[in-house]
């Protein structure tokens, strides 16, 4: 992110006020934006001065998701009494996309394309796009017996029964990923209880079902509707 001072301000100063936003802090999303304006915490992971002159600093943020950029830049102008805005901001990982290692350009996706089409090679084609699996490879799992996969499939939320497997680093009130026995991603859920609770539970309702990823009649259907 570069960020631009209203009046200069030395780098001393700068690197000073940056560890003030390390950990966590508030935010009030700004006044154009999609969501509603409350006051939240979000997380800031580190915050990296890479370069510094006169008005402007070049940062590097890793932070929770939801996060405002521009905002972080505005309150970094405060702290600092000189005002500032966020001038530039580029993306360089979300969960586990990282640029130096999944970012490909369109000019090679229309080659990708092309060859596929014509000489029907589908090398470079499923290097460029990757299983939805991928990007939520981060995120705590849960595996679900082959006769859960189709209510969960219709948006059912999961109940203990269904449960084949689940890892240790669940949470409560975290996301996670629903998934078959095969390492398909058939949802994405919030957890009601931790990890350690659910193994000691026996029935009820675990994950409430946020969005379903794959489409209802692959697996068979062991369940019946309510009359």
């Known amino acids: 992110m570069v960020i631009q001072f209203h009046r200069e301000v030395s780098e001393s100063d700068v690197r000073e006020a940056l560890k003030e936003f390390i950990g966590e802090i508030y935010q009030r999303p700004p006044l154009r934006s999609s969501v509603k304006r409350t006051l939240r915490t979000r997380r800031i992971y580190y915050i990296e001065l890479i370069e510094h002159t006169g008005k402007y600093s070049v940062v590097r943020v890793g932070c929770q998701a939801g996060t405002y950029m521009r905002k972080l830049a505005h309150d970094l102008g405060l702290v600092l009494g000189v005002g500032a805005h966020m001038r530039e901001l580029r993306r360089t990982r979300t969960g586990p996309f990282k640029e130096d290692e999944t970012l490909v350009r369109l000019q090679e996706l229309s080659e990708a394309l092309y060859l596929w089409r014509t000489e029907n090679d589908e090398r470079m084609l499923r290097r460029i796009i990757m299983p939805v699996e991928v990007a939520v490879s981060h995120i705590p799992k849960i595996l679900i017996l082959d006769s859960a ?74 369940w019946r509707k309510k009359k």
């Not at 890892?167 to 629903?178: G, L």
């Open 149 to 222: 996969v189709d209510a969960i499939a219709h948006g059912a939320s999961l109940a203990v029964p269904g449960i084949s497997m689940l890892m240790k680093n669940i949470r409560k009130n975290t996301m996670v990923a629903i998934m078959s026995l095969k390492g398909e991603l058939v949802a994405l859920g919030t957890a009601l209880y931790d990890a350690e609770e659910i193994a000691d539970m026996s029935r009820g309702i675990v994950v409430k079902t946020k969005r379903v990823y794959m489409k209802p009649g692959i697996y068979p259907r062991a």
